[in-house]
């Protein structure tokens, strides 16, 4: 480097090694009761229809009930109220909601099993007054802009880019590719994935009498705030002025559009493909299936469900409302005409008969 920083060369890891967990171990850290072998061991993690001897899986949908009798895993996480139809060999582990509690050691085997990088990889670039905090992890060919501010634990993998000013909160990760442009905001505890480009200009071009389009400058900025993750090449422009905010807790699919000064509110879930327009408000709790388009200037109540390939066009006020279709509307009334449309061609058949009998009728009145 040029900049005066010592150069590291190579980055330091943790310590990868194979563990093994009991399920006496695995319910205490899940609150679950164990239904069996409070010795049975796993040392990795399976689909219930792969498992294997020594892995933990789980049973959430009853549709996958059938694999419960005949796995070969050691371990298995269930519903409490799970009244087995056949005997089952593995030992189970009972809990009021097996999907949360497996991803809980999920998460918990994760950090205890991750290698954690630390350090400068060479060549890469910091700018002199850039500011970087302790156990940073800066890859190869990334690039640290003037003015920028990056918290402790802090990792920052190959070919990323960090613009002007931008500034980063602690135990962040920006994955392979990540472009970061200038002026914007990530918080603490987020992850962003490969691709993923934060702050480019918004979408907005004003008409001009000879057809031609002026570019309107878009001098705003991008807010992700903490605990938010965003999926591979997903897109989130700056605002044309203030700024574009994705709030707490958020989850953004790979491929999602978001438009300049749109708002997602905190804990909303939005799946791949989707795309919203400009300066629309999402609520918090929001869910939003894959392949959705969200016209702009529309407001989105707390709590909607908003199903995939649905096209929002008006303002959902009602908070909880679930919409589908395109134009989208409310969810019971787009399931009876689904329901109708199958109809169709009997009541097609039906209104002939109808009207060849009030035909008739009308022919003998004469």
């Known amino acids: 480097m040029t900049n005066g920083r010592p150069p590291i060369s190579a980055c330091t890891y943790g310590t990868l090694k194979i563990m093994e967990f009991n399920a006496a171990t695995l319910a205490s850290i899940i609150q679950g009761k164990v239904d069996g072998d409070i010795n049975a061991t796993v040392n990795s993690f399976a689909k219930i229809e792969e498992a294997e001897n020594g892995q933990l899986t789980f049973l959430a949908n009853p549709k996958y009930e059938d694999y419960l009798y005949t796995t070969r895993a050691s371990v298995v996480i269930v519903s409490s109220s799970l009244i087995p139809k056949a005997p089952v060999s593995a030992c189970l582990i ?14 918990v085997y994760q950090q205890m099993m991750s290698k954690v990088p630390a350090g400068y990889e060479e060549p890469c670039y910091i700018a002199s007054d850039a500011q970087i905090g302790a156990h940073v992890y800066i890859g190869a060919f990334a690039y640290i802009s003037h003015g920028a501010v990056i918290g402790e634990n802090t990792q920052i993998y190959p070919h990323c ?9 602690k135990d962040s990760i ?3 590719g990540v472009k970061v442009y200038q002026d914007c905001e990530i918080g603490s505890h987020v992850s962003i994935h490969a691709g993923c480009v934060i702050g480019a200009d918004g979408f907005g071009f004003a008409p001009q009498k000879d057809g031609s389009y002026a570019k309107v400058p878009q001098i705003g900025k991008v807010v992700v705030e903490d605990f938010v993750e ?13 700024a574009t905010y994705i709030r707490t807790g958020s989850k953004l ?6 438009a300049h000064n749109v708002e997602i509110g905190p804990h909303t879930a939005i799946a791949a493909q989707v795309g919203i327009s400009g300066s629309t408000k999402v609520g918090p709790k929001v869910q ?4 959705a388009g969200i016209a702009g200037h529309i407001t989105i109540a707390e709590g909607s469900r908003i199903n995939g390939q649905s096209g929002v066009t008006k303002s959902i006020r009602k908070p909880h409302t679930a919409v589908n279709g395109t134009p989208a509307f409310e969810h ?3 399931l009876r005409a689904q329901a109708l449309s199958r109809k169709l061609p009997e009541m097609e058949k039906r209104i ?6 009030l035909k008739q009728l009308l022919a003998e009145r004469v």
């Open 174 to 176: 920006l994955f392979p």
């Open 94 to 107: 009972r809990v009021d909601d097996p999907y949360g509690a497996f991803a809980r050691l999920l998460t």
């Open 352 to 357: 002939l008969q109808l009207e060849s009998l």
């Open 161 to 169: 880019y960090v613009g002007r000013n931008v500034r980063i909160g």
């Open 230 to 242: 965003i999926g591979a090449n997903a897109c989130i422009d700056r605002a044309t002025m203030g």
């Open 288 to 291: 939003i299936g894959g392949q």
């Open 253 to 258: 699919d790979n491929l999602v559009q978001i």
């Open 332 to 334: 019971t009334d787009y």
